[in-house]
């Protein structure tokens, strides 16, 4: 696991190290500049020395300086080229005799060279580039010094501030294990560093949502819990009954009562399982592009027989249109179900069943009109709620089948729309605002 305090150590030291050595190459070659000009300066005011010097013939006789006490070397000339004048006889010196400033390289280094004529004679001050470098190298080290012996505490000091600046990330985090699934409350953020508010704020995000999923999942225990309880114990109520027949007709009377009651408790853990599935986490599968039109015929087909039982005249009205959306395929079947289910069982007998695609502003839709009795503007909210039935219908259910449908139009972006139909009942519209995959 990487740590964030030796990441910044090492990226700040590395940081400062590298600063420095460009301030020392800066400052290197500040010194050298400096050192050129002033050993320029003393180079030309040397020879100007001489120049007012009667320097005697010495072509005979070497004279002989401790090369490490002078740094300076010098030769003179007379007008016909014979030397009258060498301070170093044992270095190998510029023979050149340039007139002013001048570098001169020979084989045994650089010479940075001044000349000039005075009285028939040439002077030349010659002295090693090796002997500036020097020098400004060592300006170099000692202004860079002082700062690579600090870095040991420079990285103590580091190490000790980046602690102490992670600190609230470590408050943090003691928060968020304090947190169970009875106690999600958020985490404060009033006395954070601005850097970690972000942070707070979406683990807040994150606890609120994870507390109204769980919230959710236990209404949704509690609920399924009490709608089994009640088809469960009719369920025994009429196994009693059919074992306490006193004949056969009475006897078949009740187990087809209680055939009903296990279809209809089947039927409620079908819903169930299908509300399951289509909450978020409950597997999400790949999508593709669907047509709608293949998915109504399909699911009108499918509930043709229930329809023509009662007499109803469920059709797709034709559009000429060709809505496609992106999402999947089984539970879009599962949610148009659901609606012409609706539709079909409360329809009364003769009425009529009309289903419809198109597109809105580029925006695909399908919805189902029927002529049954529609739902009234104030409960139209609350039909959408798990188990909720109205009070008013005889027809058998589970609560469950608007909900699935809201369900899974919220995964694909939708938005399930109630209204007054054409026909006099319910239109029940899913509104898609996601454009099809190219």
């Not at 609920?223 to 004949?247: C, F, I, V």
């Not at 909900?403 to 938005?415: G, M, P, S």
Request: with cysteine; proline share 6%.
């Amino acid at each position: 696991m990487k740590s964030i305090r030796r990441q910044l150590l090492v990226a700040l030291l590395s940081a400062m190290t590298l600063t420095t050595l460009l301030g020392a190459l800066a400052t290197y070659k500040t010194a050298r500049d400096e050192a050129t000009a002033m050993f320029d300066y003393q180079l030309r005011q040397l020879a100007l020395s001489f120049r007012d010097q009667q320097v005697q013939d010495v072509r005979r006789r070497e004279v002989t300086i401790d090369e490490d006490a002078q740094d300076f070397s010098i030769q003179i000339w007379r007008p016909d080229g014979t030397r009258i004048y060498l301070s170093h006889p044992r270095r190998e010196l510029p023979h050149q005799a340039p007139i002013g400033f001048a570098t001169v390289n020979t084989d045994h280094g650089k010479w940075r060279v001044f000349g000039l004529q005075q009285g028939g004679q040439t002077i030349q001050v010659a002295q090693l580039v090796q002997v500036r470098d020097h020098l400004a190298l060592a300006a170099a080290l000692r202004t860079v010094a002082p700062f690579l012996l600090m870095l040991p505490m420079l990285g103590v000091l580091i190490w000790v501030m980046v602690g102490r600046g992670l600190r609230p990330l470590a408050a943090v985090a003691r928060a968020v294990t304090t947190r169970t699934a009875v106690a999600l409350d958020p985490l404060p953020d009033n006395r954070v560093p601005a850097e970690v508010v972000p942070l707070v704020l979406s683990l807040n995000d994150l606890l609120a949502r994870l507390k109204r999923a769980l919230d959710a999942q236990r209404e949704f225990i509690a609920d399924a819990a009490h709608e089994l309880r009640t088809p469960l114990a009719a369920l025994s109520l009429q196994l009693q009954l059919a074992e306490r027949a006193p004949d056969a007709l009475s006897r078949a009377d009740a187990f087809a009562e209680l055939k009903r009651g296990v279809e209809r408790a089947t039927h409620a853990v079908q819903q169930l399982l299908t509300l399951a599935r289509q909450e978020p986490g409950g597997g999400d599968r790949p999508t593709m592009p669907v047509r709608l039109d293949d998915l109504v015929a399909s699911v009108i087909v499918d509930h043709q027989p229930l329809a023509e039982a009662r007499r109803i005249d469920l059709g797709m009205v034709p559009t000429g249109q060709l809505a496609v959306v992106d999402g999947d395929q089984d539970a879009l079947r599962i949610l148009l179900a659901n609606l012409v289910s609706n539709a079909v069982r409360y329809t009364p007998p003769g009425g009529k069943i009309d289903v419809a695609i198109g597109e809105d502003n580029a925006a695909p839709f399908v919805e189902v009109c029927d002529s049954g009795p529609g739902i009234p503007l104030e409960e139209r909210e609350r039909v959408f709620d798990r188990f909720y039935r109205r009070a008013q219908s005889d027809e058998p259910g589970s609560g469950l089948g608007l909900a699935i449908v809201k369900t899974i139009a919220e995964r694909h972006q939708a938005r399930v729309l109630l209204g007054d139909a054409g026909l006099g009942g319910l239109r029940a519209r899913v509104q898609f605002g996601r454009p099809p995959r190219p």
